[in-house]
């Protein structure tokens, strides 16, 4: 490892370009260190203007590169061929971190030519503002205490990181923390046209809704005491929050999050085989 990392994206696109910005701006990395290699000539000349940092228009122009950590940032269904473009490049001790949903460790190896450093990671979309959610799974008898120390410094930069026990943790913190945000933006979308049905405008809508979760999260991340504890205090018996909850309870909206999580789970591994073809 360079006493100070080099660090290569393989894509240049919108969660490239947050952790790239968390890097610089928050996690202590310098432009000099990241080279991005990106086909879009908009989004290499904003790479480059903005945050200071090289961008190639693809690997031809960037085979001098030997960086500690590839990043595999280009969509899933294009990384095969990604790979067989950069295969030649990657050198044994070198780690390739992959933030595409997917693909298994089993497949990029493959499609790195049984190359053994290879590190599977999920963020989310919160990542774009710096609130993300990354979780991370490597075979640690593969990746060094200073590699894992590098790996934790460049996704910190977006938020906070979860390393898991197993791969199949990448399936199920998917149907978490990966599609959250859907989840969370699903009620969102339907509280607001709630508040417009009882008579409220667009705009303070969207402020009351918007404002209601961001307070909501602020106090449960303040307070020591779980969310059902938190949901009890708001609770008065008789009273208009038990009123919807009762609602919500007959209707089963809470098995339905249960069930709709175990669904996401399933589609993620099915994904993972339909991706490996």
């Known amino acids: ?3 100070t990392p080099q660090i290569v994206f393989l894509g240049g696109g919108n969660m490239a370009t947050a ?6 701006n928050q996690g202590g990395f310098a432009p000099q260190q990241i080279v991005v290699v990106e086909h879009n000539a908009d989004h290499r000349d904003h790479l480059h203007r903005t945050l200071g940092v090289t961008a190639f228009e693809n690997l031809a122009a960037a ?3 030997s960086p500690d950590v590839w990043i595999l940032a ?12 950069l295969s030649p490049l990657v050198k044994a001790d070198q780690v390739v971190l992959s933030i595409a949903a997917g693909l298994t460790i089993a497949t990029l190896s493959e499609w790195l030519q049984k190359h053994k450093k290879v590190v599977r990671t999920m963020p989310n979309t919160p990542a774009l503002v710096g609130k ?12 060094s205490e200073n590699e894992q120390v590098l790996i934790n410094q460049i996704l910190l930069a977006v938020g906070v990181n979860v390393w898991l026990q197993t791969e199949a943790e990448i399936d199920t913190i998917a149907a978490i923390s990966g599609s959250g945000p859907a989840y969370v933006f699903y009620v969102m979308e339907h509280l607001t046209a709630a508040a417009r049905q009882l008579g409220f405008d667009e705009e303070t809508a969207k402020l009351l809704v918007q404002n209601t979760f961001s307070g909501a999260v ?3 991340d303040a307070s020591e005491d779980p969310v059902d504890v938190l949901r009890e205090r708001v609770t008065s018996k008789g009273g208009t929050t038990a009123a919807a909850l009762a609602v919500f309870n007959a209707q089963g ?5 249960i069930q709709g999580t175990q669904a996401a789970t399933e589609r ?4 993972a085989v339909e991706l490996a073809k």
Do not use: N
């Open 1 to 3: 490892m360079h006493t």
């Open 19 to 24: 952790i790239i910005t968390g890097m610089i």
């Open 63 to 65: 085979v001098h590169l």
């Open 74 to 85: 280009v969509k899933p269904q294009s990384m095969k061929a990604a790979l067989a473009e």
């Open 132 to 143: 993300g959610v990354t979780g991370i799974y490597a075979p640690l008898s593969i990746v």
């Open 218 to 220: 602020a106090l449960a």
């Open 253 to 257: 909206i809470d098995q339905a999050l």
């Open 268 to 271: 993620a591994r099915e994904l």
